[in-house]
């Protein structure tokens, strides 16, 4: 979205208020937003090993997103429940509790397996 700015001339006449559009500067596109699950899953890829997710979950959280990702080849290619899944890739996935965060917490890591 561009950075526009309106400036209104006010006059004391029965005419219509005029207004003018000043552009300060011009347009540039932002760059297109990722999600959360898109970046994570690109360095997961680019690592080509265990990743460990830089998030921590309760227990059932934890098990649900490592079965989401797991079985994300078995659903179609708009049916996925985590952005940044591409067709045709399988994950591996576990997760396990940890001692670094809060008692209950889990984390997930995940691996690219096939692509």
Known sequence: MCDVRYSFMLQETSHPVSSTVLN???????PKRRSFWQRVL???RSTGDWYLIPKLY???TAAQI???IRRAH???????RVRGLQVGEMWETKWSPTSKGAPGDCE???RLATS
């Open 58 to 60: 309760t227990k059932n």
């Open 24 to 30: 300060s500067a011009p347009c540039r596109q932002r």
């Open 42 to 44: 690109d360095q997961a």
């Open 74 to 80: 078995e659903r179609g290619a708009g049916d996925h």
């Open 108 to 110: 997930v890591w995940v």
């Open 66 to 68: 490592a079965s989401d």
